[in-house]
C-alpha cells in the first residue's frame, strides 16, 4: 500500500510509526528491507511536515549530494541508496524541496503512510499498545516515535522565554523586527538561523553553554592536522600554528555574524 491521502485507518498492525520525516520514513524503509510484515506510518500532517513549515530561506547547511556509486551516502538522505541531491538537482534544497524528495521515496519504495491522523495518547495493554487517535483507535505490537521536535516546540525551561521566539514560529527571517538578535543554541539550528538573520542584514551574537562550533572545528583541525601530517611530511610547526590561527579565528567568528 501506498501513501493515501484518504483518511482510513485499519483496527491493528504489527508496527506503528509516528511521524512521517526522513527518521520515520527511514525506519519503515529498513523494516520493509527486512521483510517485516504490516507496517503503517502515521502522520498528523503532510509527509515531511516539519521541512514544510521550515522558514521560506532556511536551505540545508550540509550539502547535498549523490556519491552511492563511490559507497559513501547521500548525508540528508532518508535511505542509503537515495539521495535528494540527485533527485532534486540541487545541494542545499529548502524544506519545501526536500519534503518532495521524501514524497517520491514513498512513492518508490511503496511505504504505508497514513497522512491526517494525529495520535493523541498511547497506552500500553497487555503485549500491545492501542494509539488514540483523532480517527479512532489503532492496536500495535509494536510502535516506533519518531516526531521529532520542531512540530512540538518547546522552550527548554527558560524563565522568560515567552519574550522571544522559537525557530519553528519563523516565516521569514527577514520578519524579525529590530537590526540586533540573540540565538541561544549553537548547533545547526542555531547557525542557519544566525546565518539567515545576518542575510537579513540583522548583527546577531549565539549563545551556548559548549561553544559547539569551536569544540567542531578544533577537533576537525586536529584530525585534519594529523591527516596532513601522515601524508605530507613536509608540513612544518609555523605551518601548523599558522593552521591553528586560522582554525580560531572562523571558531570565534562562528558566534557573531555582522
Known amino acids: 500500500m501506498l501513501k493515501s491521502d484518504r483518511i ?22 529498513v523494516l520493509r528491507d527486512l521483510g517485516v510484515p504490516d507496517v503503517l506510518v502515521l502522520e498528523r500532517g503532510k509527509i515531511g511536515q516539519s521541512f514544510l513549515d521550515w522558514p521560506a530561506d532556511t536551505r540545508f547547511l550540509t550539502p547535498s549530494f549523490p556519491a552511492n556509486v563511490f559507497g559513501a551516502t547521500d548525508l540528508n538522505a ?12 540541487c545541494e542545499h534544497p529548502s524544506g519545501s524541496e526536500y519534503a518532495k524528495y521524501l514524497d517520491q521515496a514513498v512513492i518508490s519504495f511503496g511505504l504505508n503512510v497514513q497522512c491526517g491522523i494525529e495520535v493523541q495518547r498511547l ?20 510502535v516506533i516515535w519518531a516526531c521529532g521536535q520542531f512540530g512540538i516546540p518547546s522552550d527548554g525551561g527558560i524563565v522568560g522565554a515567552e519574550h522571544g521566539r522559537h ?34 542584514g540583522k548583527s546577531v551574537t549565539v549563545f551556548d553553554m559548549e561553544a559547539p562550533c569551536d569544540n567542531r572545528m578544533e577537533n576537525n583541525h586536529e584530525k585534519d592536522t594529523r591527516n596532513c601530517s601522515q601524508w605530507l611530511p613536509g608540513l612544518g610547526q609555523n605551518d601548523h600554528n599558522q593552521q591553528h590561527h586560522r582554525h580560531q579565528e572562523s571558531a570565534k567568528r562562528c558566534h557573531h555574524s555582522q
Open 167 to 200: 525557530y519553528a514560529s519563523v516565516d521569514r527571517w527577514s520578519d524579525i523586527a529590530g537590526d540586533e538578535a540573540f540565538i541561544i543554541g549553537g548547533y545547526e539550528a542555531g547557525i542557519d538561523a544566525a546565518i539567515g538573520l545576518a542575510k537579513a
Open 78 to 89: 532518508m535511505s542509503f541508496d537515495s539521495s535528494p541531491g540527485w533527485s532534486l538537482k
Open 8 to 29: 482510513r485507518i485499519p483496527e491493528s498492525v504489527n508496527v506503528a510509526i509516528v511521524g512521517a520525516g526522513p527518521a520515520g520514513l527511514g525506519v519503515a524503509r
Open 123 to 142: 497506552e500500553p495493554e497487555g503485549d500491545w499498545f492501542n494509539l488514540h487517535t483523532d480517527h479512532g483507535v489503532v492496536e500495535a505490537d509494536y
